[in-house]
């Protein structure tokens, strides 16, 4: 195993975003050039893997489409296999602002999970109707569940410790909303502390959002179950000596 104690991996999971990611990797790295960044292509259909590579990013390619969750469990085994002590998502969509990176970074000195928030008081992302109700609910039930007040619950732009990185590569569910909610859920379950902090989110450069009106209603739905499945799962403290790493 590599061990890289003081480098952060930067993690992009990435599907049928030949369009965006090669943007989002060089500004990654232009905002500093020590961080490493694993692009974990999602069996894209387009030319993502070859953006991703020339633009300077190691690529991850995966046979076939597993969703986020199946993503960023990959870019987490990998970040633990070369010894990483930390790790944060960015979507390869360039709505992560890399220059936010450190901000969310930070987050880490309190906590063994931060997330960039969007609804703490910077920026102007704004979400109206049944997918904001949605949001404000799941935050204050995780909150709940964190033992601390939560904002953003489904933001995919955290970091994560060491501490965390373990407990993720031993549970990050690919199911729906599961790369989110179950995750955080099941790692505060565990023992880990979750911290946020505030990030301006950007819009999307190429594709369009996917939540319309139906979709956002769809999506309070199933974010509900979602969560009422997730805190109902109770997940015990594993010691760190009973996690082991996935062989090379």
């Known amino acids: 195993m590599t061990e890289a104690p003081d480098r952060v991996l930067v993690i992009v999971p990435a599907w049928n975003e030949a369009k965006n ?5 060089r500004e990654i790295r232009a905002e500093n050039p020590a961080f490493d960044v694993v692009v974990v292509d ?10 991703a590579k020339d633009a300077g990013a190691r690529v991850l390619r995966l046979p076939f489409n597993l969703g986020v969750g199946g993503a960023m469990r990959t870019g987490f085994t990998y970040a633990q296999r070369h010894g990483y002590a930390r790790a944060i998502q960015v979507d390869a969509d360039g709505q992560h602002n890399p220059a936010d990176i ?62 965390a990185i373990d407990q993720y590569v031993r549970y990050y569910p690919a199911e729906y909303l599961g790369d989110t909610l179950d995750s955080l859920v099941a790692a505060c379950h565990a023992g880990l502390v979750v911290v946020q902090v505030p990030v301006a989110m950007r819009p999307r450069v ?9 979709g956002s209603s769809v999506y309070l739905l199933r974010s509900v179950f979602a969560l009422s499945l997730a805190v109902m799962r109770r ?11 996935v062989p090379a």
């Open 42 to 51: 999602d069996g894209s259909a387009d030319d993502t893997s070859q953006v």
């Open 21 to 25: 990611v090669g943007t989002t990797v």
């Open 102 to 163: 450190e901000r969310v970074l930070s987050g880490l000195e309190r906590g063994d999970i931060s997330i960039g928030a969007r609804f703490a008081d910077v920026g102007d992302y704004n979400v109206r109707g049944p997918r904001r109700w949605a949001m404000v609910f799941l935050a204050s039930v995780v909150s709940r569940v964190a033992k601390t007040r939560l904002t953003d619950v489904t933001s995919g732009f955290r970091a994560a410790n060491a501490r």
């Open 206 to 214: 190429h594709g369009v959002p996917s939540k319309g009106p139906v």
């Open 235 to 245: 997940m015990r403290p594993v010691a760190p000596e009973a996690m082991q790493e």
